[in-house]
């Protein structure tokens, strides 16, 4: 029979019984999660005719939530707010979209006569290691004792229907991310409660809904801010452009384009590096206002990746090169140019759940 507490000595009623130690749970081998990191990467890549859109539309959802927060401030329903948000972000896709589709139909059409127009120029910069190229082909050839020529490659024709199949899967595409947008930012805070609901203690649902709104709010300000910033860079640039005497719609549309791409660090810039010259070489006849816009596309990513994003998000969002480029590398792999722009914002989801997460901190340092 146990003895009331009160019955023991002063010292004995002191004692409380010592904890029982928690085991360590077990990790498992390297091997399977090797596997299970291989099986989550073939997922990912199989099902991205689902996975894209969905993450897709979380986020746009991310870049509306700041607005539709401030549009509730002024007592505006979150619902009204989101319909307010996205055919305010569907007018101005749809008007952009019109101002760019006749430029960027024209330099489409014209891109294979500026093309050959360049091939000159090109060549004859390239004429060296292209006579050097040759030259080693031909020893290689003589070493080896083959002398004949080379197997010509036959290109049989696109199929005319693949057209007609792909682009209604395209257009349920486009469809269901508008959807999915509205949806997430209409019921993305219920589904988010109910979610935690489900936990079994308060404490634990307490503490994830504040890690949740933490990292949702963080994560909602880094893709607005950057948004902000590239759409900035994009009318700076577009602005030169139409200084250079370029007409309003393919400033616009070099614009855009430049601002799109500047969502993926290092990788878009270099592309847009290289647009910007070929535009300047078809374009300009003096070489050195042909190397201009180029120029000004350097200078303005230089300006704005080394001393206006760094100051404006701070060291909670900066990210390692090296750990970049491999993001860049995997989710363009998995998804194509999507992947590429949403490689960055996910790695930030990644860190900010790692500084959140107890014992998990150190992870995200290595991230910096």
Not at 301 to 327: C, D, F, K, N, Y
Request: hydrophobic fraction near 55%.
């Amino acid at each position: 029979m146990a003895i009331p507490a009160s019955d023991l000595p002063p010292d004995e009623a002191l004692v409380s019984p010592l904890p029982t130690p928690v085991a360590p749970r077990p990790r498992g081998p390297l091997s399977l999660v090797i596997l299970a990191l291989l099986a989550c990467g073939y997922t990912l890549w199989a099902a991205q005719a689902v996975v894209v859109p969905v993450l897709l539309s979380c986020f746009l959802a991310l870049i509306g939530n700041p607005i539709i927060r401030g549009l509730q401030k002024l007592y505006v329903p979150r619902f009204l707010g989101a319909v307010f948000v996205l055919v305010l972000g569907l007018a101005g896709t749809a008007a952009l979209a019109y101002q760019m589709v006749p430029p960027a139909a024209a330099w489409a059409k014209a891109a294979p006569r500026e093309l050959r127009q360049l091939a000159p120029k090109l060549q004859a910069l390239a004429k060296p290691v292209y006579d050097a190229n040759q030259a080693a082909e031909s020893f290689a050839r003589a070493a080896s004792g083959d002398t004949g020529r080379r197997p010509q490659v036959m290109r049989t024709a696109d199929d005319p229907y693949r057209t007609l199949t792909t682009t209604p899967r395209m257009v349920a595409s486009v469809l269901a991310v508008v959807l999915l947008t509205f949806f997430f930012m209409v019921y993305g805070a219920t589904l988010q409660r109910h979610a935690i609901a489900m936990l079994p203690r308060r404490q634990q649902q307490k503490l994830t809904f504040g890690i949740l709104q933490s990292i949702e709010r963080s994560v909602s300000r880094y893709v607005l801010t950057i948004s902000i910033i590239n759409l900035v860079v994009g009318l700076l640039f577009a602005g030169a452009l139409y200084l250079m005497e370029l007409p309003v719609a393919d400033a616009l549309l070099w614009g855009t384009l430049v601002a799109v791409l500047n969502f993926a660090p290092y990788v878009g810039p270099l592309i847009g590096m290289v647009m910007m010259l070929v535009v300047g070489l078809t374009t300009f006849d003096d070489g050195l206002q042909s190397l201009l816009p180029a120029a000004i596309y350097l200078g303005l990513h230089t300006l704005e990746g080394q001393l206006i994003t760094p100051i404006v998000l701070g060291r909670q969002m900066r990210l390692s090169p090296l750990i970049l480029i491999l993001a860049l590398m995997v989710f363009g792999s998995l998804w194509g140019i999507i992947g590429l722009l949403l490689a960055v914002p996910m790695l930030v989801c990644i860190k900010l759940v790692l500084a959140q997460v107890q014992g998990m901190e150190g992870w995200a340092r290595l991230m910096e």
